[in-house]
């Protein structure tokens, strides 16, 4: 709004007058601009400069260290440095700062110091180091590892059995059977009163004598012959052997029948792997009926 010569005119009338003639000039300014239209806002900053400190001349030496200092150079005084925020004091020394690099290398060096320190007084970390470092080279030689796709889930409700097969030479009681995955197939030797487990390949993993478990002894009463056990698999599917009428009755954890087995001379307790494998007492011999699953549909070309 306004030429640069009234802007002059203003400022030259403040520039010798007192500090606080800054404040009028800034307000002259805004009313000139606002009567020449104020067409946009108007903002004015003055600043006033103070010019630095002159320099003095160092004073000559005296004569005595003068005539000690032939032929040197006299060194020329640094000039000084003048702080913006407060002229009247003078920097006689630039303030130095730390470089955030030099820190951060020094923090790594003292890690490193640290890790070789532990790995020269602990031979196991040294070990743990070079099969990780093993690992690491393997992986960069061969590529990503790739994770093996999960197992399916079997259905065990679809699931049929072969024919039952003695499972392990030992004669068992037959209200005692159970199985876990990590301990194996544990029953009751009939007449030694021992615990014991099976593999899976019916193999003896432990024995455990009876008396040291709190479990019931055998009855004394002649067993009724009609009895009957249960058992559930991984799946909830539930297994019924009936002692009378010989069979084995599975079911679906909503009641449905899903089949009969039979083919034994007493079924008593029985017992179910996560494969649905099936373990039955069978007039105190072990027998498994192996599971069958159906093949899966080949899908056609599509």
Excluded: C, W
């Amino acid at each position: 709004m306004l030429p640069d010569a009234e802007i002059e005119a203003a400022l030259g009338r403040a520039a010798n007058g007192p500090e606080a003639d800054l404040d009028k000039a800034a307000r002259a300014l805004v009313d000139a601009a606002n009567r020449r239209g104020g067409a946009d806002n108007i903002t004015v900053l003055l600043a006033r400069s103070q010019a630095a400190p002159a320099r003095t001349a160092a004073a000559p030496p005296p004569a005595g260290e003068a005539s000690g200092r032939r032929g040197r150079r006299s060194k020329a005084a640094a000039p000084a440095v003048v702080d913006l925020d407060a002229p009247e004091r003078a920097a006689s020394s630039p303030r130095r700062r730390t470089s955030p690099l030099l820190v951060l290398l020094a923090l790594l060096g003292l890690a490193g110091l640290a890790l070789a320190a532990a790995l020269a007084l602990s031979p196991d970390l040294r070990a743990r180091a070079r099969v990780l470092l093993a690992g690491a080279a393997e992986t960069r030689s061969a590529g990503p590892v790739i994770a093996p796709p999960p197992p399916p889930i079997l259905d065990l409700t679809r699931v049929t059995y072969g024919r039952p097969e003695t499972f392990g030479k030992f004669l068992a009681r037959g209200d005692v059977l159970a199985y876990s995955a990590k301990g194996g197939l544990y029953f009751v030797g009939f007449g030694s009163g021992n615990v014991a487990a099976l593999s899976r390949t019916g193999e003896v993993l432990r024995t455990r004598p009876l008396a040291e478990l709190p479990l019931a002894p055998p009855p004394s009463t002649p067993i009724p012959p009609s009895r009957t056990f249960f058992a559930t698999d991984p799946q909830g599917n539930g297994y019924i052997s009936h002692t009378a009428r010989k069979i084995i009755q599975k079911y679906d954890r909503e009641g449905r029948l899903l089949l009969t087995l039979g083919g034994f001379q007493r079924p008593e307790a029985l017992a179910v792997d996560e494969d649905g494998n099936l373990y039955v007492v069978d007039f105190n011999q072990i027998k498994k009926l192996a599971a069958h699953f159906p093949e899966p549909k080949k899908k056609g070309p599509s």
